[in-house]
């Protein structure tokens, strides 16, 4: 017999990543409810996105990367709609071909030209913007999946990336449809 | 242009077009200005309590008894952080309350001043929702919501902080808007497809239960008549949840008792082998499921339930029914009367084999235990206080433990709301609080708190309450001396290492219930136990009745955790010489 007043973890299902976007009304304590929720019941954030997009209706938009089992997400998803502030809940999968997922990055970069200049081709097919330049340094803005990203910070460290700031991921539905 | 009110008034205007009659509550620096208007309001009447965790658990008492929901004042910091163990078992068992507390002047927030405490932020996680009162414009405006927020949908705790200077300052007072949907959250989700999926189960079932819950009680008295409908249309079996006892009557046939990790053999052993299990405002908590992989195996499950989150959370059902359970149940009805009138009959036979089953396993006698001429079991107290009270429609509270779980299996109740009991959160010393709250709401009728020594002594100070505002509350302590449940655990569990679960300095109850000005009874042995219940009856002020019992019962049957339904640990008639001896207890 357990030797607990509790039953024993039973079989555990396989893991999805999801992005979860949850329109709240923007008041003071919304993300504390929202980000709570996650942390008080165990469930993982991977990455947070959120600020407010419609400031008539003072409505925020809230990304949440997150990954769980199918019973864990369906749980997210209906846990969040049961808070007060939040108005509707939207839940994609990562391999969902029909949305854009895309982060943006700042690289801060320090050395000789030449080394700069070879990172900031690399950067090149992620819509790289040159924010800032002195003699010594770059600051460089691009946009691209998360995946992209990670690569992107790795192997631009021999070519002097000296600082990585990034967002979380955003994401928004293909075509003309919006979500409801 | 319109009247100004003061932030204190429009609290008890609010109080007012609410129809609230009662508040819980305990003064303090930062409500200072609500407690100078509570004076004007002659329908609202103030219970003061001896400490906040008191207040919450009285509200907690009047709300489950009354239907209404309950209103708690605290003061800030320490006011607020007391009263978070009643909010938290409030949210566990859905109950609906409103926590009106108050907060340092706004300009102060933030700046760890006098009886400051981040409230919202503490309440967060175990209230439905809270705010922080920032403009008095708002004030009206979110003591309505507050109400709305507790009382609608799956019911909770709610709280709001008022800061000191917004109680001072003026706003006009704006009366509450009836609004059918708040922020788009539903109640009702089924449609008539839904019931036909349900009637088409039924109607294949061959073994078939129903297992309710705490929601059957939320939704109203009409549901639990409703109940007693759907089960006489059915001729199926029902068991139900600690919270769920009252909606369906104890004594009636078709009840198979609570079930559980100390439910009847009968109820769990449905629920393992049944085809059709149909949940009725229940949560498949895991004291009920016992393990979830061998969780009734073979049934097809139906799950109806007011809060869409329950769904699948802890079993994957097969049928989910989102809607209040008197509405499901009443379209159930119609529709099983429309479509098939002679339901029970055609179904008699369909289901003999399985009821001659059920039969089998009550002749298990599970609930039996030895009965002593020397000492009190546990037991025995509590069916002669059910014997000697059935009838005078009793209210019952219970503190948490094993003497919970042996009134759960020993007292029936036939009407809901008569059972208030602390399930979800097992907050030991609610039920004394709790008496406080349902004698409030009931002046005129029996209630009683069948306690623990170990739990009553958490919230005893309400006894204070109890003698002040005349309420003639009945504490029926079970006193084995020990934390009973804990030192069952350690028996079977730890080796009988009964670590520090023995109180070896108690207080003598009869001289404690003499100090706080109510009345003291004892009773020391079977003989004498009747006559000692019919004192404590005929007493019309408090009493405390300390009623000595068996150290060493154990509470069965029981589901050992980790084990399904079909495994359970039966009473020991046969297990006297595992017993602690005299002796071996001065070694605890």
């Known amino acids: 017999m357990s030797k607990s007043a509790y039953s024993a973890p039973g079989k555990k299902g396989k893991f999805d990543k999801h992005i979860i976007v949850v329109w709240v009304d923007n008041e003071a304590g919304v993300l504390a409810r929202v980000v709570g929720l996650f942390s008080g019941r165990g469930y993982n954030i991977e990455s947070l996105a959120v600020a407010e997009v419609d400031a008539k209706l003072n409505i925020s938009r809230i990304t949440i990367v997150t990954t769980g089992t199918p019973q864990v997400i369906e749980q997210i998803k209906l846990q969040l709609r049961k808070l007060v502030p939040v108005h509707k809940v939207a839940d994609f999968k990562r391999e969902d071909k029909n949305v854009i997922f895309k982060e943006m990055a700042l690289f801060k970069l320090v050395g000789n030209i030449s080394k700069r200049k070879k990172a900031f081709n690399a950067c090149k097919k992620y819509n790289a913007v040159l924010l800032d330049k002195t003699n010594k340094s770059y600051v460089v803005q691009v946009t691209a999946l998360r995946r992209e990203i990670d690569i992107m910070s790795k192997n631009l460290k021999k070519l002097g990336l000296v600082s990585v700031s990034r967002t979380g991921a955003v994401a928004m539905t293909r075509g003309a449809e919006i979500f409801k | 242009m319109s009247k100004l009110s003061t932030g204190a008034e429009i609290v008890f205007k609010c109080l007012e077009d609410q129809n609230v009659e009662f508040i819980f509550g305990y003064p303090g620096g930062a409500v200072l200005p609500i407690y100078d208007e509570l004076k004007n309001h002659s329908s609202i009447k103030h219970i003061l309590v001896r400490h906040e965790q008191g207040a919450g658990h009285a509200a907690e008492g009047y709300a489950r008894s009354s239907g209404k929901p309950g209103v708690v004042l605290v003061t800030s910091g320490p006011g607020a952080t007391n009263v978070v163990t009643a909010l938290t078992d409030a949210y566990m068992d859905s109950i609906p309350l409103i926590c009106i507390s108050g907060q340092v002047p706004t300009h102060l927030i933030g700046t760890d001043a006098f009886q400051e405490c981040d409230t919202t932020g503490i309440t967060r996680p175990c209230t439905k929702h809270n705010w922080l009162v920032k403009d008095i414009k708002d004030l009206s405006k979110i003591i309505h919501e507050a109400f709305e927020v507790a ?438």
């Open chain 2, 151 to 588: 009382t609608t949908g799956r019911p909770g705790p709610v709280l709001v902080d008022i800061p000191k200077d917004i109680q001072f300052q003026k706003a006009t007072y704006s009366k509450p808007k009836r609004k059918n949907k708040l922020n788009g959250k539903r109640h009702n989700n089924f449609n008539q497809k839904d019931i036909d999926e349900l009637i088409k189960l039924m109607s294949k079932a061959s073994k078939p239960i129903f297992y309710t819950g705490g929601g059957v009680i939320n939704s109203g008295p009409r549901a639990s008549v409703l109940l007693r409908e759907l089960v006489d249309a059915t001729g199926f079996p029902i068991t139900s949840t600690l919270q769920g006892l009252g909606s369906f009557p104890g004594d009636d046939n078709s009840f198979l008792g609570m079930l559980g990790m100390h439910g009847t053999y009968e109820a769990n052993n449905a629920m393992h082998d049944c085809d059709l299990m149909i949940n009725i405002g229940a949560r498949f908590d895991d004291r009920i499921t016992g393990k979830i992989d061998e969780f009734s195996p073979k049934s097809k499950k139906v799950h109806i339930d007011i809060d869409p989150s329950s769904i699948n959370k802890n079993v994957k059902v097969d049928l989910p029914i989102i809607g209040d359970v008197q509405d499901v149940i009443s379209s159930t009805l119609k529709t099983i009367k429309k479509a098939k009138p002679n339901f029970s009959n055609s179904n008699k036979q369909k289901i003999s084999k399985w009821w001659e089953q059920i039969q089998k396993w009550r002749e298990k006698k599970s609930l039996d235990y030895v009965n002593s001429t020397e000492t009190i079991k546990p037991q025995y107290a509590v069916q002669r206080l059910y014997e000697l009270t059935k009838g005078k429609d009793t209210y019952i509270t219970t503190e948490v433990g094993q003497h919970q779980m042996w009134a759960a299996q020993h007292y029936k109740f036939d009407k809901p709301n008569r059972w208030m009991t602390s399930g979800g959160l097992g907050t030991m010393g609610y039920g004394l609080p709790a008496a406080v709250g349902v004698q409030i709401a009931h002046p005129k009728k029996l209630v009683i708190d069948i306690a623990g020594e170990a739990s009553v002594l958490m919230t005893m100070q309400e006894m204070s309450t109890a003698v002040q505002y005349n309420l003639p509350i009945k504490i029926f302590i079970l006193n084995n001396e020990y934390m009973g449940m804990v030192r069952q655990w350690q028996e079977l569990l730890h080796d009988k290492n009964y670590s520090e679960s023995y109180t070896a300095a108690l207080p003598d109850f009869v001289k404690l219930a003499e100090a706080y000005g109510c009345v003291g009874i004892r009773a020391t042995n079977p003989n004498e136990l009747d006559d000692k219940i019919i004192e404590m009856l005929n007493t019309d002020r408090p009493v405390i009745f300390d009623c000595l019992v068996d150290k060493q019962e154990n509470c069965f049957p029981m589901i050992p955790s980790g084990k399904p339904h079909n495994q359970m640990l039966l009473g020991p008639k046969d297990q006297e010489q595992n017993k602690i001896t005299g002796k071996g207890k001065t070694l605890v």
